[in-house]
């Protein structure tokens, strides 16, 4: 099993180099509908197709339920999960409202067991020029996964990321900064963040 990876020759017109770089993207596969996720999981588990419905539906609202208590609920096999919000921080009390909150969030942590999968699955990454012919290909071997309760430095697994080469020709220059974080549990300099 592998994760597949567009790098895609894209021109960049901010930043403090501007130009041609290959920007990675993940290709997305189309999303399970959820009749066929219970479906397999019926035929894993031995239980009838019914049965799984019934369980994941009650599965489903008790999590809601506790999760909008504020609680950190338990996602089995998975990590858990909780809500959090992202807000401005204020010096006096007289202004805190409401008002002072910018997005409500979902904050998923995954398992030990979750990151060691997706660290030691490959990746395996298409290349292509600025006319989208494929011009190189690399799979990856065991890498390290960014924790969101660290940030996007932070990682369970210390591995070097070590890539196996089908081809040569590797740019040596810098990469650059192609947009911000994707991930992790930073706020930003205007504000803090509630768990």
């Known amino acids: 099993m592998a994760i597949k990876v567009n790098a895609r020759e894209t021109e960049l017109k901010i930043g403090k180099n501007p130009g041609y770089y290959y920007v990675m993207t993940p290709d997305l596969y189309s999303a399970l509908a959820q009749k066929k996720v219970i479906k397999e999981a019926a035929l894993r588990s031995g239980v009838s197709q019914g049965v799984m419905q019934a369980c994941w539906d009650a599965?489903?609202?008790?999590?809601?339920?506790?999760?909008?208590e504020g609680h950190s609920v338990a996602l089995p096999g998975l990590g858990t999960m909780r809500f959090a919000l992202r807000s401005k921080a204020v010096a006096d009390v007289n202004d805190v409202k409401s008002g002072l909150i910018k997005s409500r969030r979902i904050v998923f942590t995954p398992s030990v067991d979750l990151k060691e999968e997706l660290a030691n699955t490959s990746i395996q990454i298409t290349c292509y020029d600025r006319d989208g012919k494929i011009v190189k290909r690399v799979t990856s071997d065991a890498g390290e996964v960014e924790d969101p309760e660290e940030g996007s430095e932070g990682s369970q697994n210390t591995q070097n990321n070590q890539s196996n080469q089908n081809t040569q020709n590797e740019p040596s220059d810098p990469e650059p900064s192609t947009g911000g974080n994707n991930g992790g549990g930073s706020s930003t300099g205007d504000g803090w963040e509630e768990g």
């Open 59 to 68: 599965a489903g609202e008790v999590i809601k339920a506790w999760a909008t």
